[in-house]
């Protein structure tokens, strides 16, 4: 079946350009998590949807960056004056959210790699 | 303190050889818990779930004390395809839904 699909696959933008990166989760998960992954570290979170709740933001760098979720499906990441330390891979996953149990592990995109000259 | 934390290493292993690591949860609420592996340039694949009583999966075994808030990874007979970043994830409920925190990884090199 499908997976979580992202795009682009790479970007390679100018230092101070807007980005978008776009993220479709698997049909019928209800959670949605950005993280992003600079080259030999581990992975920093950025932003989670769940369902019609207000998204938790707490893992943002800065003003810079904003996603949304639109029906609870698609998503775009934003990135806007983009700086030479937004390069990273960014990685969109989501998962199916089951009652109390929350014994549900996320499924991952293949990641947009970014690269901001 | 992190919520999740791991030892990065990395874990020098010969091949053959057995090797453990550990993962520590701040979060005595956390309810589920995972290992995900990820090879270098690649996007976090789930390995294995981890329940209550331990749970294996071929050569590789997963243990969970909740009492001291860790989790293990055991890899017996290890091979080079082994040689992976393993990261911990664990599932904690929240008033919002299920939140997912991973922890930053432990390198595992398998050396021939």
């Known amino acids: 079946g499908a997976g979580v699909s992202q795009s682009p696959s790479n970007k390679v933008t100018e230092k101070g350009k807007d980005v978008e990166l776009r993220c479709d989760p698997i049909?019928?998960?209800?959670?949605l998590y950005w993280y992003r992954q600079s080259l030999g570290q581990g992975l920093e979170f950025l932003i989670y949807f769940q369902g019609n709740s207000a998204p938790d933001k707490s893992g943002l760098p800065s003003d810079r960056f904003s996603a949304e979720r639109t029906g609870g499906s698609v998503s775009t990441l934003t990135i806007q004056r983009t700086q030479q330390e937004d390069s990273a891979v960014y990685l969109c996953?989501?998962?199916?959210?089951?009652?109390?149990?929350?014994?549900?592990?996320?499924?991952f995109g293949d990641g947009t790699r970014l690269s901001i000259l | 303190r992190k919520e999740v934390e791991q030892d990065p290493g990395p874990f020098n292993v010969p091949e053959g050889a057995t090797v453990a690591f550990n993962c520590t949860y701040s979060n005595s609420a956390s309810q589920s818990f995972f290992w995900y592996r990820q090879d270098c340039r690649k996007e976090p694949k789930l390995l294995m779930s981890v329940y209550s009583s331990g749970n294996e999966d071929g050569r590789f075994t997963a243990q969970l004390n909740r009492a001291s808030q860790y989790i293990s990874l055991l890899i017996r007979d290890s091979k080079l395809s082994d040689s992976a970043t393993y990261l911990c994830?664990?599932?904690?409920?929240?008033?919002?839904?299920?939140?997912?925190?991973f922890g930053g990884g432990t390198r595992v090199l398998v050396k021939p």
């Open positions: 994830v664990v599932n904690i409920r929240e008033a919002a839904g299920n939140k997912l925190t």
């Open positions: 996953a989501s998962s199916l959210e089951l009652g109390q149990r929350g014994n549900q592990p996320q499924h």
């Open positions: 049909s019928g998960h209800t959670a």
